[in-house]
């Protein structure tokens, strides 16, 4: 029997009720997070679980934090950003690459209501 590949996606996308609830203070992760730091995020879709089991971590997504659009110094760059992102300029922006999508650019907002942790590079 033949899937289309429409069919697979909505099918891995698909969002699995979380099986724990675990304490994420939204607010704090806004403020503490600066550009450049990855957020890591547990998922709560089948992709997500089959990402989580195979890498025996609860982490299944990442994204990279940018900012907000106004504080992008390079125009070239901020040009770019605006392009692919018509939202409020008020909001903290991620680059993030997503199954169907490709990479995108999107709102912190995405995942208030997620399990998160902030990774910052050092040295």
């Known amino acids: ?9 909505n099918f891995l996308l698909k969002p699995i009720e979380p099986s724990h609830s675990y304490l994420c203070d939204f607010s704090h992760i806004c403020h503490e997070v600066r550009p450049a730091d990855i957020l890591l995020i547990q998922g709560r879709n089948r992709i997500s679980h089959i990402v989580q089991h195979i890498t025996q971590s609860p982490w299944s997504h990442a994204a ?14 901020r040009e770019f950003v605006q392009q692919h992102y018509k939202g409020p300029l008020s909001e903290q ?24 942790r902030v990774c910052r590079p050092s040295g």
């Open 1 to 9: 029997m033949f899937l289309s590949k429409k069919w697979l996606l």
């Open 64 to 77: 990279l934090h940018i900012g907000h659009l106004y504080s992008i110094e390079d125009p070239k760059l």
């Open 93 to 116: 922006l991620l680059v993030e690459s997503m199954i169907g999508q490709g990479t995108i650019i999107v709102p912190i907002s995405k995942y208030k209501s997620e399990h998160i």
